[in-house]
């Protein structure tokens, strides 16, 4: 069982904590699906415990369907999110053509933002890649404008790297 963790205050000691207590959380072999729904469903959790001032931590995995490159939700902590977002749609679908983290810090001010809890003001989505390819995207949503710096995006840039070591 992984302790949640107890911040000390110390944004890096508190960070590497976080990523060892994940690594510790991971199966070793993610290849059967249901053992990577079980990771994602617990990453998220393990998120929204340690991360303050969020409203919806999830992850969203990349699926071609019927022809149709999309974005399905995964694993969540929050409200009731979209279901379905077409690549290229909203903060999240930019994330995926793009291949880089996107930091929105007021989503009112995003063209084309999707929303799915009114309550969310700012967003931090990551890509998740596997062999240079986006297999998905780990979403973080708050509802305080200008919630997320750079640091945050980095922190959670190697959560999805860890995670990526395990798809």
Known sequence: MVKL?????????DDQLFLKSLTALLEPSQQHMLVRISTLANTASLLASYLD????????VRSNIDGEDLLLLGPFWGNPACTRIPVGKG???????????????DVTKFSGHITCDTASKSELVVPIFVADEVVGVLDIDSPHTSRFSKED???IEEVARIIALHW
């Open 53 to 60: 001032r969020i409203n919806w931590v999830g992850f969203y």
């Open 153 to 155: 995006a980095r922190f």
């Open 91 to 105: 903060v999240c679908g930019r994330c995926c053509i793009a291949k880089e983290t996107q930091l929105v810090e």
């Open 5 to 13: 963790i107890e911040k000390s205050g110390d944004r890096t000691s």
